[in-house]
C-alpha cells in the first residue's frame, strides 16, 4: 500500500457517521497520528452499504470498516495482551519478533508478553521497521479500555511501569515519522477525564466523541431492526413516539428493550419504557442522577398563586414550542420547609418533562470528580429535554474560591457554570437550584443566562392558607377524616409560623395517635393532642434570616407578599448581617 493511502474503507467517507468522518479525514490529512475516542463506545455504530444499513460493535466497525485496507491491524489491553486482526498481520508481527529476539536475547517468538511496557516496546521497533519499508506498511493500533492503560494521574505516582508506557504513547503521538508513514494509535474509553491530561490535551493528540443516537438516529435504528408489523402487534407506541421516549438510550440499549418485548410476550407499552429509561439512567450515571417521576402537578400546591401563575405560564410556552420565552433555570429559595423541592416536582409533571436529580459527583479519588461530571453532562445533553434538579444547590455545586484540592473544585465549577450558560440547550434543559441559603450561592450561577428566575416561597401566614394546606396534605398523605379546618382544632398561637413540612409532621404524629387508639380515621382529639405537643425544631432567627435571604433574592416584586414588598433592600441586607454575627457568636 502507497505511503499516501491513509485509509481505504469499503464504505464512502459521506456514508460514515459524522465521527468516523472526522477520524478519516484527519489520518488522510495527517493532522495527527493519536486519537481518543470517548462518549459511548459500547454502542452500536451504524454502517450503510450495498448490504443495506447494518450496525456493528466499535471494535468490528474499526476492524471491519474504517481500517479494513490496513495490512496489519494490532490490538492490546492489560488482559489479553497483543491481538492481530488478521492472520497475515499476525504473521508479520511474529516474523518481526524472531528477528528482535536474535538481537535482543529475548524469546517473544515463543510467546508474547502481556504487560504493556514489554509489548510497547515491541511495538515501537515495530513501527520503526514498517516506517523503513518500501513502500511504508501502515499500522493501526486500537488500544481499548485506554484508562487502564494510561489512567489519570500524577506522574510521581505511577509506577516505573506505568511512566514507560506513557512515555511511549506520548513519543509516538509526536514523532513525525510515525505520522508521515501512517502508524496511527486509537485510544477508546468512556470518559477524557479518565485519562492522562497532559496525553489528552496535548497538540498531538485529536479528541472525537461518539454521542449518544439523536431522535432520528433511534427511529432509524427502530426502523430497522424492526418490520412495521412488529411493532403493530407488540408494541402500544409507534417507532415514532418510542423515539422520542428513548431519549438518552443506546441502540444496544433500545435493543434491549425490543428483545425483552420478544422474551416476555408483552406488550411494549410507555410504563415498561420509562421504567427501563429510569433504570438505565441511574445505572449509566453510577448512581449520581436519580430519575424522579412526579406524582403530582401544580393543583397540589397549595397558596402561591403568582408563583403557580408564573410558572404555568412557562409550561404553556413550553408546549408551544417556544423556547425563547422560557427561563435557562430557576433559583428557588426560601425558608426550610416551605415546599421547595415539592413545588419543582409539580412543575416537572405539569410540562411533561422528565426530571433528574444530581446526587453528590464529588470524590476522594484523582479525576474521579472530573469523570463523574462528565458523565452527567453529557447524559443530560443527551436526555433533552429534561429538568435538572439540584437540591441544596449552595453545597452541592461548590463556588470558585475552593482550595486545597489541585484546583479540581475550580475545573468543576467552571465546567457546570459553561453548561448551565449553554444557551442551545434553552427550553430543552431546564435547571432547578433549591436552597434556603441563596446568599451562599455563587453570584455566577444566579445571574441572567443560567438560573434567570428567583422565585421565592414563604410560610402561609393567614389560617385560609393553613386549611388550604392542611386540605393538600390530607389528599397527599391519604388521611382520613372529618375535621376540615385547622382552626377547629388549634390555636392560631399552635399553627401560625408552621412551615408545610411541620403541619405533615403534626398530621403522621395525629395519624399515629389514631393507629395508637385503635381509630381507622383521624378525629379532632388527634389532632388537638398533636398541635399542642409539636414544638417547630429550627432556630427562629436562622428561619428569620432565610425568609430575608429570600426576599432579597427575588427577581420579582409580585411574587413577594405584600408585606415584603416595600422593604428597603439595605436595610434586609443589614439585618441578615446582623443575625449572621448572632448566630456566629452563639
Known sequence: MPETAAVSPPVFLDSLPPWASELVRAITAKQANTFVIHGVPAD???????????????????????????????TYNRAEGLGFATPAARNHFQGFVKGYDAVHGTGWAD????DAPNCFALLDSYYLQCASCQPARPVALLLPFAETIVPAAEVAYRTPEDRAVLVYLR???????????????????????????????????????????????????????????????????????????????????????????????????????????????????????????????????????????????????????????VPMGYLICGPVGSAKTFLVECFANE????????????????????????????????????????????????????????????????????????TQYRGRILWFLITARPDLLPIDLKRQGRAEEHIPLFYPETAAEYDEIYRVMLKKLGLKTAVTSISSVATEDQYLGLSGSDLEAVL????????AADSSEVKA??????????????????????????????????????????????????????????????
Open 44 to 74: 452500536l455504530v451504524p454502517v450503510r452499504g450495498s448490504a443495506g444499513l447494518r450496525f456493528l460493535s466499535l471494535d468490528d466497525f474499526l476492524v471491519q470498516q474504517l481500517f479494513a485496507g490496513w495490512p496489519s491491524i494490532v
Open 111 to 114: 510467546g508474547l508478553p502481556r
Open 171 to 325: 513519543k509516538w503521538s509526536q514523532d513525525p515519522v510515525l505520522l508521515a508513514k501512517n502508524v496511527v494509535i486509537v485510544m477508546v474509553t468512556e470518559s477524557l477525564a479518565e485519562l492522562d491530561p497532559k496525553l489528552v490535551r496535548s497538540h498531538s493528540t485529536r479528541e472525537i466523541e461518539i454521542v449518544r443516537p439523536d431522535p432520528g438516529e433511534r427511529l432509524t435504528y427502530l426502523q430497522a431492526v424492526r418490520f412495521p408489523e412488529w411493532y403493530a402487534s407488540k408494541s402500544d407506541l409507534p417507532p415514532q413516539r418510542l423515539a422520542e421516549l428513548t431519549a438518552g438510550m443506546t441502540r444496544v440499549q433500545i435493543g434491549q428493550l425490543l428483545e425483552g418485548a420478544d422474551a416476555n410476550g408483552d406488550h411494549l407499552t410507555r410504563e415498561r419504557v420509562r421504567a427501563m429509561k429510569k433504570e438505565v439512567i441511574e445505572t449509566e450515571g453510577l448512581g449520581l442522577l436519580e430519575y424522579v417521576e412526579p406524582k403530582f402537578d401544580l393543583s397540589m400546591v397549595a397558596g402561591m398563586p403568582a408563583v403557580k401563575d408564573r410558572l404555568r405560564r412557562a409550561a404553556r410556552a413550553i408546549a408551544r414550542g417556544n423556547p425563547a420565552a
Open 351 to 422: 410540562i411533561g418533562f422528565p426530571c433528574v436529580k444530581l446526587k453528590n459527583f464529588r470524590s476522594m479519588w484523582v479525576g474521579a470528580t472530573e469523570s463523574n461530571l462528565e458523565r452527567i453532562l453529557k447524559i443530560l445533553a443527551s436526555l433533552t429535554p429534561v429538568g435538572v434538579v439540584v437540591d441544596e444547590a449552595d453545597a452541592a455545586l461548590g463556588n470558585r474560591d475552593q482550595s486545597g484540592d489541585s484546583g479540581t473544585q475550580n475545573r468543576v465549577f467552571a465546567q457546570i457554570a459553561a453548561f448551565m450558560g449553554d
Open 508 to 515: 403522621v404524629r395525629a395519624t399515629l395517635e389514631a393507629e
Open 525 to 586: 382529639e388527634h389532632l388537638q393532642k398533636a398541635f399542642s405537643d409539636f414544638i417547630p425544631p429550627a432556630n427562629s432567627r436562622e428561619r428569620e434570616m432565610q425568609i430575608l435571604c429570600a426576599v432579597l433574592e427575588s427577581t420579582s416584586r409580585e411574587l413577594l407578599p405584600e408585606r415584603f414588598r416595600t422593604l428597603d433592600r439595605g436595610a434586609v441586607q443589614a439585618r441578615i448581617n446582623e443575625i449572621k454575627r448572632d448566630l456566629r457568636l452563639m
